[in-house]
């Protein structure tokens, strides 16, 4: 499996942004998706938004970022990233960038990917 790279990470106010990426070093053509998960101390990582390439390009958010995050693909196929706006302290957390290579959909965010990076922290003051 081709290593994901996440950078972006920082500390910011309440209402600021952030803009998370990903890398890979080449792109893996049997990628059907990537996305990005979140896990805060003390709490179960959670699927924050994904980007199907598989019949179609599409999006599918978490309720709680819906309207304040964009996932979007660069112009390089291999890097995935996470626009962030009006961030909250609830958004805190380590973001984890993932790859999927079997059929995708909204359901990944519920069940994970196969492919995952080490992580960048999120901090959000209030």
């Known amino acids: 499996q081709v290593p994901l790279v996440e950078s972006g990470g920082g500390s910011v106010q309440a209402g600021g942004s952030l803009r998370l990426s990903c890398s890979a070093s080449?792109?893996?053509?049997?990628?059907?998706?990537m996305g990005w998960f979140r896990q805060a101390p003390g709490k179960e990582r959670e699927g924050v938004a994904v980007i199907v390439y598989t019949g179609g390009t599409r999006t599918y958010y978490v309720d709680s970022v819906k309207g304040r995050f964009t996932i979007s693909q660069d112009n390089a196929k291999n890097t995935v990233s996470l626009q962030m706006n009006s961030l909250k302290p609830e958004d805190s957390g380590t973001y984890y960038c993932?790859?999927?290579?079997?059929?995708?959909?909204?359901?990944?965010?519920?069940?994970?990917?196969?492919?995952w990076g080490k992580g960048t922290l999120v901090t959000i003051s209030s």
């Open positions: 080449e792109y893996d053509y049997s990628t059907s998706c």
């Open positions: 993932a790859a999927h290579f079997r059929p995708c959909g909204s359901h990944v965010l519920t069940y994970g990917m196969d492919n």
